[in-house]
């Protein structure tokens, strides 16, 4: 990103692959809609994640349309994940802390409420191997 007399300039977004054939660029459209909506959802509900979903739906984005996967690339909340993403897998301390908070109120919530044990162990398993691999993923430079 660079400043052009005192506005910051966002950066463009990749270059895009070829366009599909129409009905699977419409397939991928929906696909894109429903991982925004879904990722958007994750925002405010505990335990529904919100990275993966915007990385899909950039995925879905990039190949069925070229103006919501620039939106993506450039909006103030999903623009920087998506950049980082790009650059090296980078995941923000930031979003890993939120990640971590996030996952240990799921704990906590399941460890009250009445669920069978294999349904807790198979959570929490899965929220320790998403932790690990989360943690394990480079920082941004800088």
């Known amino acids: ?11 463009d977004p ?17 696909f894109a809609v429903l991982s925004l909506a879904t990722g958007i959802i994750g925002i405010f509900v505990p335990g529904l994640p919100t990275t993966v979903f915007i990385l899909m739906a950039a995925w879905a984005a990039a190949r069925s349309s070229p103006r919501l996967h620039a939106w993506l690339w450039r909006h103030r ?16 301390r930031k979003a890993k802390w939120s990640a971590t908070l996030v996952m240990g109120v799921s ?24 932790l690990i691999w989360l943690w394990l993923r480079p920082e941004p430079p800088g």
Do not use: E
């Open 107 to 130: 704990v906590l919530f399941l460890a009250l409420v009445q669920v069978p044990a294999w349904a807790r162990v198979a959570s929490y398993a899965s929220m320790a191997c998403v």
């Open 1 to 11: 990103m660079g400043t052009i007399a005192g506005v910051t300039k966002l950066p």
């Open 77 to 92: 909340l999903f623009g920087t994940m998506l950049q980082n993403w790009a650059a090296g897998g980078f995941v923000s």
């Open 14 to 30: 990749p270059p895009l692959p070829p366009a599909p054939p129409t009905i699977v660029r419409w397939l991928l459209l929906a």
